[in-house]
C-alpha cells in the first residue's frame, strides 16, 4: 500500500519533469537544427522599378495668342463644337458659302486629321472636312498617253475663289479664339504634349514647297486611281500633290493665301 502510494508520488513529481525535458529538449534540437541547417540559395530580389517617366511637353515654336479667361463666352466641349465653329465660319465666309463647302459635323476633327495627313503620303478622305470636289477628274488621252486636262483645273474654281476672297485676319481671330478645342482633337489624335499650331505650321510650309508643273501633266492608271507618271512628282506629299492636281494658276492663289495665313499663326519665319 505504501509502496504504491510512494510510487503515485514519484509520477507525480517525474512526469512534470520529463515533460519540461521534452520541451527543452525539442527546443534545442529545434535550435541546434535551424542553426545547422542548409543554408537555401539567396532570394533574388528584384529592384524597385525606376519612377515612371513623364514625357516633357514637346517645346512650343509657334505659340498661339489664346483671348485670356473671361475675355469671351466659354466653348463648347469638342463633341459640341460643331455649332459654334460653324457660326463663326459663316462669320467669316458667309452662309452660303460654309453650306456650299463645309461638311457641318465633326469640324475640328476633320480639319486637325487633314492638317496632320496633309504632309503624308496619304489623306484619310472620308475625314476631309470640305466636300468632294465635283466631277470626277478630268483627263485627255493620246493614243496610250493619258494627261491631265486643263479642264480639270476649272474643277476647283469655286472653292478657289472662296479662298481668295478670304478676309485672313478674321479668319486668324476665330482661329485663335477656337483654339483650344484644335489642341484637345490633336492630343486626342495620339499627340499628347504635342502643339497642333507647330504641325498647322509644318502643313503650310510643306505645302508651299509644292512645285509649279506646267501642262500637260502626264499621268498613269495602274490601277483604278490616277497617278503622276513622273516618279518625283508621286513621291511627293498628298497636300502637294492635291495643289499640282489643282493647276498652276489655283495653286499660286492658294499659296498666297497660306504665306497671309501663315504670318498670323506663326512665330518662327
Known amino acids: 500500500m505504501w509502496e504504491d502510494d510512494t510510487k503515485d508520488a514519484l509520477r507525480?513529481?517525474?512526469?512534470?519533469?520529463?515533460?519540461?525535458?521534452?520541451?527543452?529538449?525539442?527546443?534545442?534540437?529545434?535550435?541546434?537544427?535551424w542553426s545547422n541547417r542548409p543554408k537555401p540559395p539567396p532570394v533574388a530580389v528584384a529592384p524597385p522599378p525606376p519612377p515612371p517617366v513623364t514625357e516633357e511637353p514637346a517645346p512650343v515654336t509657334n505659340p498661339v495668342a489664346t483671348p485670356a479667361a473671361g475675355g469671351g463666352s466659354a466653348l463648347p466641349a469638342l463633341n459640341d463644337s460643331d455649332q459654334v465653329v460653324r457660326d463663326s465660319l459663316i462669320g467669316v465666309y458667309g452662309r452660303s458659302t460654309v453650306e456650299?463647302?463645309?461638311?457641318?459635323t465633326n469640324i475640328v476633327r476633320n480639319i486637325v486629321v487633314t492638317v496632320d495627313n496633309l504632309p503624308r503620303k496619304k489623306v484619310a478622305v472620308d475625314r476631309r472636312p470640305v466636300k468632294p470636289t465635283?466631277?470626277?477628274t478630268v483627263v485627255t488621252t493620246q493614243g496610250d498617253l493619258i494627261y491631265l486636262s486643263e479642264a480639270n483645273f476649272e474643277r476647283y474654281?469655286?472653292?478657289?475663289h472662296a479662298v481668295q476672297t478670304t478676309n485672313v485676319k478674321a479668319l486668324a481671330v476665330v482661329y485663335q479664339r477656337l483654339y483650344?478645342?484644335?489642341?484637345?482633337?490633336?492630343?486626342?489624335?495620339?499627340?499628347?504634349?504635342?502643339y497642333f499650331n507647330d504641325r498647322l505650321v509644318?502643313?503650310?510650309?510643306?505645302?508651299?514647297?509644292?512645285?509649279?508643273?506646267?501642262?500637260?501633266?502626264?499621268?498613269?492608271?495602274?490601277r483604278v486611281m490616277y497617278e503622276y507618271a513622273d516618279?518625283?512628282?508621286?513621291?511627293?506629299?498628298?497636300?502637294?500633290?492635291?495643289?499640282?492636281?489643282?493647276?498652276?494658276?489655283?495653286a499660286r492663289a492658294i499659296k498666297d493665301k497660306l504665306r497671309e495665313f501663315r504670318a498670323e499663326v506663326a512665330t518662327k519665319k
Request: charged share 15%.
Open 12 to 33: 507525480t513529481k517525474i512526469l512534470p519533469l520529463l515533460g519540461i525535458l521534452v520541451v527543452i529538449i525539442a527546443l534545442v534540437g529545434g535550435w541546434y537544427w
Open 100 to 104: 456650299q463647302f463645309l461638311v457641318p
Open 134 to 136: 465635283p466631277p470626277q
Open 157 to 160: 474654281t469655286p472653292i478657289v
Open 180 to 194: 483650344p478645342l484644335f489642341q484637345q482633337a490633336y492630343e486626342n489624335l495620339g499627340y499628347p504634349g504635342k
Open 202 to 222: 509644318e502643313t503650310i510650309d510643306n505645302l508651299l514647297e509644292t512645285p509649279e508643273v506646267q501642262a500637260p501633266i502626264a499621268l498613269t492608271q495602274p
Open 231 to 250: 516618279a518625283a512628282l508621286e513621291r511627293r506629299s498628298a497636300g502637294q500633290k492635291l495643289l499640282i492636281r489643282m493647276g498652276p494658276a489655283n
